[in-house]
């Protein structure tokens, strides 16, 4: 839902809420006092939907550039290898260099342990950081279900108004916003 429609429908249910209150019947009020609280509660599960989408691409973008830096390291790793085994080759061909020949591939095969125990750290965290993008988009889904039911029981309580003061509306949007609420509770156990 863009926000202007969101604006959009809260506005209609004010406008609703405030024709009950000017009719002095005490239910209207109390059903308008409840559309009230469930807007509050669907703007703020709808916050928290907001930040875990940010979290969720962000840490996806973190895992991108995470995997870009492993695999920079792993081909500098080739390069490591390529140049050692090179200079092992050399260094086997004998003559006066092969002392500096044998020096350099050890350098270069401790150089590539360092370079590849780097790209195995950026593996990891790369895992990491995809592992908390899933949990992220798992509580997006779940605070997506629970604003919609928050939306719903603001629509539905709407009715009792409408209706000019039918209780079973009102109940049903009680019921309806506490399943919300629940199930953004759920998205964070």
């Given amino acids: 839902m863009a926000m202007e429609d969101a604006t959009q429908e809260h506005l209609e249910n004010a406008e609703h809420a405030e024709h009950a209150a000017r009719e002095g019947n005490a239910f ?4 308008s006092v409840t559309i009230a609280v469930l807007a509050v509660l669907a703007a703020t599960v ?21 995997q870009n830096k492993a ?3 792993w081909s500098f790793f080739q390069a490591k290898s390529i140049k050692k085994n090179s200079y092992e080759i050399a260094a086997a061909m004998g003559g006066p260099g092969t002392d500096q020949f044998q020096a350099a591939a050890k350098r270069n095969e401790a150089d590539g342990a ?8 950026f593996e990891k965290q790369v895992d990491e950081k995809l592992r908390d993008s899933d ?15 928050l939306h719903i029981s603001i629509a539905v309580a709407t009715l009792s108004i409408i209706t000019r003061g039918k209780r079973w509306p009102w109940i049903g949007s009680l019921a309806l916003g506490a399943l919300g609420v629940i199930a ?5 156990v």
């Fill in 184 to 188: 953004a509770g759920f998205a964070y």
């Fill in 114 to 121: 360092e370079i590849q125990a780097k790209a195995t750290e």
């Fill in 46 to 66: 709808g916050s928290f939907e907001s930040l875990e989408t940010a979290e969720a691409i962000n840490d996806k973008s973190e895992a991108a550039y995470l």
């Fill in 135 to 149: 949990v992220r988009e798992h509580r997006h889904h779940v605070l997506t279900f629970a604003v919609t039911l």
């Fill in 71 to 73: 695999s920079d390291q």
């Fill in 28 to 31: 209207l009020t109390t059903v």
